[in-house]
């Protein structure tokens, strides 16, 4: 017998249909970041003198993309070493419009056309964001919430136009278009009024997304995004958890959780199950803080793993929106690619293979050290064997044999940019 037929043999004992979690865990969509290959700078072509940059990616690794061609040809590279079922989610201000100049609340479809012929022509679904922040209306640290009427009405429009380049793209692709909605509104000390801003966002939201008829909600599937803090929103963030669980809830709209974007003891899987029994469907922006939201690479932890062992636990796949999110600009981003895709693929089978209905058994009748004990021993139970069958089966490298391969594309591709 082959060692995959004996780990095979091994879980099925428990209950677990191995060749039935690899062949579930290549279907889920997960969707990548289009934001890791340049630090989240973006390509929209910006008015003289203008330089709006990023969002906190820190780091001076060489090789940054610096064109859109760039760009999908990193993450084609990527690509290769990435099993399963992908997408490829894109920001707003990812516009390619050559010379002109098209500001943020003028954007259309035809200004993505690079990225929806890409799309066609690799067969990869895309998602899209409005983007937010680098820009001029967002330098006082407030967009839809802003107490000016004038910038709020830019950002409404904004959200607008961006909901129908995704509806563009689920045309396009022939399924819907998930569209994550992140605004960075806070401020770095005390509001004299915590309420205004809470009023004119949900405001805001309202005449861009949940009374907006113009766009058709099947095809673009809207969520919005909480956060804790940011720098220079320390105290005080507009659209915190509670603003947006609860705004999410009454309007029907789907809510993003990024894994950042909690407290540091707060847990993300433990949330799964109480949002979920609310709320229709859920975006999870899978990221590796480290002390703070600091975006690092993903990888095989327990944080990631317990995220889906809570959707498998509950059966969740179809409720639950799987995407990326995380910029670390001191490493080679191809390969901060491929780490963070392959841990997440990584963690979706090892969420398959649990032994769910055995480990539940045990609960039931109070055995909970021998609950413990599986958990366990599931961690070393041949679990790379499996991982190396579903990277065979999707044609990718399994082990680290990749990095020589990316190694070369540094030197040959990257290294040569200027
Ligand atoms: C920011 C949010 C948001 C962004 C992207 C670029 O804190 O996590 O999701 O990372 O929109
Ligand atoms: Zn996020």
Not at 208 to 217: G, L, P, Q, Y
Not at 381 to 404: H, M, P, R, T
């Amino acid at each position: 017998m082959s060692c995959y037929e004996t780990i095979k043999k091994k879980y099925e004992n428990l209950g677990v249909d191995v060749d039935a979690a690899i062949e579930k865990a290549l279907q889920i969509p997960v969707s990548m970041h289009c934001w890791q290959a340049d630090d989240v700078v973006g390509f929209e072509t910006k008015p003289a003198g203008l330089d709006g940059g990023g969002i906190m990616a820190t780091g001076n690794h060489p090789g940054r993309a610096t064109t859109g061609d760039q760009a999908r040809a990193d993450y084609e590279k990527a690509m290769e070493y990435i099993p399963g079922t992908l997408r490829l989610n894109v920001h707003a201000s990812y516009a390619e419009t050559g010379d002109e100049v098209v500001d943020r609340d003028a954007l259309e479809p035809k200004h993505f056309k690079t990225w929806m012929n890409w799309s066609s022509e690799k067969n990869i679904s895309l998602d899209f964001n409005p983007t937010n922040f680098s820009h001029p209306l967002a330098e006082d640290g407030f967009t839809a919430s802003n107490k000016s009427k004038e910038v709020r009405d830019f950002w409404i429009k904004h959200i607008i136009a961006s909901r129908k380049i995704a509806q563009a793209f689920a045309e396009n692709q022939g399924n819907p278009c998930v569209v994550n909605h992140w605004f960075p509104d806070g401020s770095k000390d005390m509001p004299a009024d915590r309420w205004i801003y809470r009023k004119n966002l949900i405001d805001s939201l309202d005449k861009s997304i949940a009374n907006e008829t113009s766009v058709d909600k099947n095809l673009c599937k809207d969520f919005v995004e909480s956060k804790v803090f940011g720098i220079g929103s320390e105290e005080y963030v507009v659209g915190s958890g509670d603003f947006y669980n609860c705004y999410s809830v009454s309007r029907g709209i789907g809510l993003c959780m990024d894994m950042g974007h909690y407290h540091p003891t707060e847990t993300v899987n433990d949330k799964i199950s109480s949002i979920l029994l609310f709320n229709k469907k859920v975006l999870l922006h899978l990221s590796r803080p480290i002390r703070w939201d600091s975006d690092h690479v993903a990888i095989l932890n327990d944080d990631l793993k317990n995220v889906f062992l809570e959707i498998a636990r509950g059966d969740a796949w179809d409720r639950v929106y799987l995407a990326t999110d995380f910029f670390d600009a001191s490493i080679n981003r191809v390969a901060a690619y491929i780490i963070g895709m392959r841990a997440v693929r990584k963690g979706i089978l090892y969420a398959l293979l649990d032994p769910s209905d055995k480990l539940k058994d045990y609960e039931d009748k109070g055995q909970n050290a021998f609950r413990l004990a599986l958990m366990e021993e599931m961690k070393t139970a041949g679990f790379s064997v499996i991982w190396e069958k579903l990277c065979e089966k999707a044609g990718v490298i399994a082990g680290a044999e990749w990095i020589d391969e990316v190694e070369a594309y540094e030197n040959n591709v990257l290294l040569k940019r200027v």
